[in-house]
């Protein structure tokens, strides 16, 4: 099974500073059809997880352009331009392309210093 | 506008059985692959089963193998999940989610497994 690590494990962050959270694979999420599933979701305190990231950089619909995401093979990253108070949270990354298992990141916990 | 509502949840004593359901709307559901997740209190998310659209291929966890059956029925546009010989470790908030890509979840059903 594709094993997902996250880091940090914790990130306190100042209010309109940039984040950064790493997601890395134990083998490349590259797909035979060229695309990368690697989604990335985020889990506000008391809610179900949305998905912000689809295949690795493309944004879902209605999430704010402060998120991105970057990367490719075994390597990738969630950044957050300016972090706002709503950010707080949970944030996992997911592999879909070695599947099944789908498996998930341990999470990363973003607060506010 | 896309929602996933789940039901079903509840107390079951250990070996007893419950099953899920997710009922859909806003979206074709005999189109979309769909899929649990359940997350243990203060734990991460893990991915519990992915049914086909059709219903013709199911997927399971190695942890609810054998034990936990997907299903669904498109003429209602709903998803269930059956789980049967139930364990502690199985008590868990259970999602469902659109799709293998999982782009939209419900609010999520509490399963609590104990005697």
């Known amino acids: 099974d594709v094993v997902l690590t996250q880091s940090p494990l914790s990130l306190p962050v100042t209010l309109g500073q940039p984040a950064s959270i790493s997601c890395r694979s134990s083998?490349?999420?590259?797909?035979?059809?060229?695309?990368?599933?690697l989604n990335w979701f985020q889990q506000r305190p008391g809610q179900s997880p949305r998905r912000l990231i689809y295949?690795?950089?493309n944004r879902d619909s209605g999430v704010p352009d402060r998120f991105s995401g970057s990367g490719s093979g075994t390597d990738f990253t969630l950044r957050i331009s300016r972090v706002e108070a709503e950010d707080v949270g949970v944030y996992y990354c997911?592999?879909?392309?070695?599947?099944?298992?789908?498996?998930f990141g341990p999470g990363t916990k973003v607060d506010i210093k | 506008e896309v929602q996933l509502v789940e039901s079903g949840g509840g107390l079951v004593q250990p070996g007893g059985s419950l099953r899920l359901s997710c009922t859909t709307s806003?979206?074709?559901?005999?189109?979309?692959?769909m899929s649990w997740v359940r997350q243990a209190p203060g734990k991460g998310l893990e991915w519990v089963s992915t049914?086909?659209?059709?219903?013709?291929?199911?997927y399971y966890a190695d942890s609810v193998k054998g034990r936990f059956t997907i299903s669904r029925d498109n003429s209602k546009k709903t998803l269930y999940l059956q789980m049967n010989s139930m364990r502690a470790e199985d008590t868990a908030i259970y999602y469902c989610?659109?799709?293998?890509?999982?782009?939209?979840w419900g609010q999520g059903t509490t399963v609590t497994v104990s005697s």
């Open positions: 989610a659109k799709g293998d890509g999982m782009n939209v």
């Open positions: 806003g979206f074709t559901f005999s189109s979309s692959a």
């Open positions: 049914i086909s659209d059709s219903g013709g291929s199911t």
């Open positions: 083998q490349s999420l590259l797909y035979s059809d060229g695309n990368t599933y």
């Open positions: 295949k690795a950089s």
């Open positions: 997911m592999q879909g392309t070695h599947w099944p298992p789908f498996t």
